[in-house]
């Protein structure tokens, strides 16, 4: 199946601080979606984005499909951003979507 | 309802007992996932529905792992014989799959809350 690795796998930052995460995916993908897992386990949606950039508030992301990455974007942080952040693609007609083991982000006041 | 929803949301059996695990899809979305997520770890797929077929089985990890799925509707996963070894949450979500045409459509996934299995 599709490889998914994300970058860095932890991340402490500053709230205010803005950070870059890394997702790379080792075959054309259908479909890339970005989640934000909150510490109660809850998976909440942030970007559905196979191409191109899209912004959210203080979050964006862009995926360069024809290079097989995508990049989340988190300005200005804030304590509530902390969590872990998933990508995960799927590359076939199956709709089988491979999760990388994400990056774990701890947002200090 | 608003969202995907799953029961229980916390299961405590013993060791060689069976589970059914319920995951209520968002309405309308035909396509419904299952996986399961490990303490500190990330989500592994066990199976998709797309309607009531399950066109990939892979990820189910052995023959005591069941799913099925009613209409375009509710699923149960079921896990016979539990193992130490299935503690983890187990994740559905679903999403608006295919058209009737069979062109990949917009196909968001939308996650319910999770189903805290611990085997003792």
């Known amino acids: 199946g599709i490889q998914v690795e994300q970058s860095p796998p932890d991340l402490i930052l500053q709230e205010g601080a803005n950070s870059t995460l890394r997702c790379n995916f080792s075959?054309?993908?259908?479909?890339l979606q970005w989640f934000h897992q909150n510490p109660w386990g809850q998976l909440i949606n942030l970007f559905y984005?196979?191409?191109g950039t899209k912004q959210n508030g203080r979050l964006s992301a862009t995926t360069v499909a024809t290079e097989r990455y995508s990049l989340l974007y988190i300005s200005s942080s804030q304590t509530t951003d902390s969590g872990v952040y998933f990508c995960?693609?799927?590359?076939?007609?199956?709709?089988?979507?491979?999760f990388g083991s994400g990056t774990k982000l701890n947002v200090k006041p | 309802g608003a969202g995907v929803s799953q029961s229980p949301s916390n299961k405590v059996t013993e060791k060689g007992k069976d589970v059914e695990l319920r995951c209520d899809p968002i309405s309308g979305h035909t396509a419904l996932y299952w996986y399961r997520q490990r303490l500190g770890q990330g989500l592994e797929f066990l199976i998709y529905?797309?309607?009531?077929?399950?066109?990939?089985k892979s990820g189910l990890p052995s023959d005591r792992f069941s799913a099925e799925r009613t209409g375009e509707s509710v699923s149960t996963l079921t896990i016979q014989r539990t193992q130490q070894e299935d503690s983890a949450v187990y994740l559905c979500?679903?999403?608006?799959?295919?058209?009737?045409?069979?062109?990949?459509?917009?196909?968001?996934?939308?996650f319910g809350p999770g189903t805290r299995l611990t085997v003792l």
């Open positions: 529905f797309q309607g009531n077929s399950a066109p990939d």
């Open positions: 984005i196979p191409s």
């Open positions: 075959d054309s993908v259908n479909n």
């Open positions: 995960a693609v799927d590359s076939s007609n199956f709709n089988k979507f491979y």
């Open positions: 979500a679903s999403s608006l799959g295919y058209q009737a045409l069979r062109r990949p459509t917009y196909n968001e996934q939308f």
